[in-house]
């Protein structure tokens, strides 16, 4: 497997460093941050995206519960191949194609 420094660095060589903050915005991406940290500049801030996930569960988090059967999307930046087939698993409920759109960031 690559290092996690030449993925970083194929990934987002060609994006501007010059940032004040970055969002972890998905559940694996902590586990990159000391090489994130190595690839921004010092000073850049590295925010936990569960947090926000977090966040948004306590807002919406009572609405969703009034919902006997809320409607839900999956926006995937890769092939859902590996998606489907882990879904159940994490998620606790298959996921149909249907709420899957594979989306260019």
């Excluded at 590295?46 to 569960?57: N, P, T």
């Excluded at 092939?79 to 249907?98: K, N, Q």
Aim: glycine content about 10%; proline content about 7%; some cysteine.
């Amino acid at each position: 497997f690559p290092s996690h420094d030449r993925v970083i660095e194929h990934t987002l060589g060609g994006v501007d460093k010059n940032v004040d903050a970055v969002i972890l915005g998905c559940t694996h991406y902590p586990l990159l941050a000391a090489s994130l940290c190595d690839f921004f500049p010092p000073g850049t801030k590295l925010v936990d995206g569960r947090g926000v996930a977090g966040r948004m569960r306590d807002l919406l988090g009572a609405e969703v519960a009034s919902d006997s059967s809320p409607q839900r999307w999956y926006f995937l930046t890769d092939r859902p191949t590996g998606f489907f087939r882990a879904s159940e698993l994490f998620l606790g409920h298959p996921v149909a194609s249907d709420e899957v759109d594979v989306v260019d960031v």
